[in-house]
């Protein structure tokens, strides 16, 4: 695992696939599929597992049960990688992904982009789909500097050879003067991931959504 996720943070020139298309919308029937999904709750099977498992990780007790997340390490951001699991099905795992995206956008966000991207190297197909949140400009405090809340936001789906691998969720501070102090990485991830787990109810719906 660790030889793959090295090629994958490998920068690369170029190469056959590598620019940034738009990703493609949901289809009605897609959109539809996926409010029900957010009805039944199903997104509590792993919320509140993975809120669990990042503090776990951060606190340098990470388990072998549970869902897996490794911390991003990059200068001037904060992040975390959360790992798909078989269990979970690809069709919970990017349901779970267009949830993230909506509640990031209901925290006073506009998208600026949602993008794709095929690369390949080797025997490896990296698909990343990104969505890129900016914080709205006009929502300003008594002081004159906008309020930036977290800061700007990037949320990743990155799959290999047509399996989900895992979500990227990252903040990137504003620095300049005319911006608020940015709130924590730990505050953003407890509005998103602190949620309570499914009840035996909840549960059941899971193998619905398994592929879709």
Known sequence: ?????????????????ADWQPAAQPTPAQAQRHQAWVAERVYRNWLGPYFKAYHLRKGGAGGQRGPRVELLREEGRQGALFFYDASMGPGNFEHLYQLLGERIGALGYRRACHDCRQRHREQLRE?????????NPTDC????????????????LVGVNDRPLFIRLATNPLQESSFTPAESFEALLKTLFDEPLADAAITERLGEYYKS
């Open 1 to 17: 695992m660790l030889q793959l996720l090295q090629q994958l943070f490998q920068r690369r020139s170029s190469g056959a696939g």
């Open 127 to 135: 698909h990343t789909v990104k969505q890129f949140f900016k914080p």
């Open 141 to 156: 405090t008594e002081t004159g500097r906008c309020n930036q809340r977290y800061g700007l936001i990037t949320l990743d």
